[in-house]
T-cell receptor, first 112, second 113 residues
Framework: TQLLEQSPQFLSIQEGENLTVYCNSS?????LQWYRQEPGEGPVLLVT?????EVKKLKRLTFQFGDARKDSSLHITAAQPGDTGLYLC????????????FGQGTRLTINP | KAGVTQTPRYLIKTRGQQVTLSCSPI?????VSWYQQTPGQGLQFLFE???????NKGNFPGRFSGRQFSNSRSEMNVSTLELGDSALYLC????????????FGQGTRLTVV
């Protein structure tokens, strides 16, 4: 069974601080996706990383896929209250079927 | 371009009843996957359909079933509802293949009383 360990589970920081969320597995994934979810809504896709070592930037968010495609990180620079939410990483299996393995999520709170 | 549409948004059912949830994927997307989200277990994969065929199934009892129609719309059914089936049920659509991105609907909040 493929598992994704996401850490930390909860993070509360002040506006303007930097933070990093980690997503680790002993399994190799063909791709890894990061989502953000608001209460009572579905996850919204932020980014997909496919190649080992790949780095993608989305404004103040930087996503990295590990060289071995087993882990990923999300770094937020100068966090803002609007970044508050549940961040989820999800790994896709190799092969044709669309099945995502999700981490438990990181509940991020940015305090003004 | 319309996103993934799930109906209904909220549902309250009694133990022992059955329920059917509906999902309309993004136009052109042929893969539809279903997930269950609970506070304790997080997001767990239920099953995936592609071109009306179930391609993959998660570790859920047979009370959970689904189907996909020729227009790619999908339904999932839960029979003999239990209190533990209370959850947010999410549908995701994608074009095809494991490397393509999955886009989620807003979900159906099912409460079993």
């Amino acid at each position: 069974t493929q598992l994704l360990e996401q850490s930390p589970q909860f993070l509360s920081i002040q506006e303007g601080e930097n933070l990093t969320v980690y997503c680790n597995s002993s399994s190799v994934f063909s791709s890894l996706q990061w989502y953000r979810q608001e209460p009572g809504e579905g996850p919204v896709l932020l980014v997909t990383v496919v190649t080992g070592g790949e780095v993608k930037k989305l404004k103040r968010l930087t996503f990295q896929f590990g060289d071995a495609r087993k882990d990923s990180s999300l770094h937020i620079t100068a966090a803002q209250p609007g970044d508050t939410g549940l961040y989820l990483c999800a790994g896709a299996q190799a092969g044709g079927a669309q099945k995502l393995v999700f981490g438990q999520g990181t509940r991020l709170t940015i305090n003004p | 371009k319309a996103g993934v549409t799930q109906t209904p948004r909220y549902l309250i059912k009694t133990r022992g009843q059955q329920v059917t949830l509906s999902c309309s994927p993004i136009s052109g997307h042929r893969s539809v996957s279903w997930y269950q989200q609970t506070p304790g277990q997080g997001l767990q994969f239920l099953f995936e359909y592609f071109s009306e065929t179930q391609r993959n199934k998660g570790n859920f009892p047979g009370r959970f079933s689904g189907r996909q129609f020729s227009n790619s719309r999908s339904e999932m059914n839960v029979s003999t509802l239990e209190l533990g089936d209370s959850a947010l049920y999410l549908c995701a659509s994608s074009r095809a293949g494991a490397r393509t991105e999955a886009f989620f609907g807003q979900g159906t909040r099912l409460t079993v009383v």
